[in-house]
């Protein structure tokens, strides 16, 4: 059981590159998110799926896209890279509480992205 | 939307000292309040929550206080040690089936020895 896998760890872009930051999901979770970290921002929400099929923007989905064509995988697609995406990236996924709000969410290990 | 405002930014204590961390959030209909923890260039873990339900809850050495009222709720830490070093996140759930949550902006506690 891996948990939340991310790929790559780490990349270097230049600017106006495109690339796809990997995520996947073994514990069946119909939840997943993406977040990004910068420092002294905490965690922003900038997209997340409540199922294969639906996603739905957060706080932050200006130059980002999603797609959740299976219950185990949520890519995040940056088409235009800008040095404001330098960032660490999270994906987390977690599983329906209902209508309690309770919601437990399990990280992956994070992916640095540069933008120069 | 949704929004949760997390202070102090920094808070430096000595072991054995109790630390307290609040955060505020906007949306009343918001239901549960986790707290996370961070590790240097590690992933962030949860580490204790409360639903609106409940106004306190305790771990050993955790607790979380909750004034739905205010719309604040606060971590306490008491007896620190020095793993306790770490950014903690606060956070807010709106009731409905999303399950996103909304993070406060961290707070870096360190514990010095």
């Known amino acids: 059981n891996a948990g939340v896998t991310q790929t790559p760890k780490f990349r270097i872009l230049k600017i106006g590159q495109s690339m796809t930051l990997q995520c996947a999901q073994d514990?069946?979770?119909?939840?997943m998110y993406w977040y990004r970290q910068d420092p002294g921002m905490g965690l922003k929400l900038i997209y997340y799926?409540?199922?294969?099929?639906?996603?739905d923007k957060g706080e932050v989905p200006n130059g980002y896209n999603v797609s959740r064509s299976t219950t185990e995988d949520f890519p995040l697609r940056l088409e235009l890279a800008a040095p404001s995406q330098t960032s660490v990236y999270f994906c987390?996924?977690?599983?329906?509480?209902?209508?309690?709000?309770?919601?437990?969410?399990?990280f992956g290990a994070g992916s640095r992205l540069t933008v120069l | 939307g949704e929004n949760v405002e997390q202070h102090p930014s920094t808070l430096s204590v000595q072991e054995g000292d109790s630390a307290v961390i609040k955060c505020t959030y906007s949306?009343?209909?918001?239901?549960?309040f986790p707290w996370y923890k961070q590790e240097l260039g590690k992933r962030p873990q949860l580490i204790i929550d409360?639903?609106?339900?409940?106004g306190e809850k305790k771990d050993q050495r955790i607790a979380v206080t909750l004034n739905k009222t205010a719309k604040h709720f606060s971590l306490h830490i008491t007896e620190t040690q020095p793993e306790d070093s770490a950014v903690y996140f606060c956070?807010?759930?709106?009731?409905?089936?999303?399950?996103?949550?909304?993070f406060g902006q961290g707070t870096t506690l360190q514990v010095k020895p």
């Open positions: 956070a807010a759930s709106i009731r409905s089936n999303t399950g996103k949550l909304i």
């Open positions: 949306d009343s209909a918001s239901n549960y």
């Open positions: 987390a996924s977690s599983t329906s509480q209902g209508n309690s709000g309770a919601n437990v969410l399990t």
């Open positions: 514990m069946n979770h119909n939840y």
């Open positions: 799926s409540v199922g294969a099929g639906i996603t």
């Open positions: 409360i639903r609106s339900n409940v």
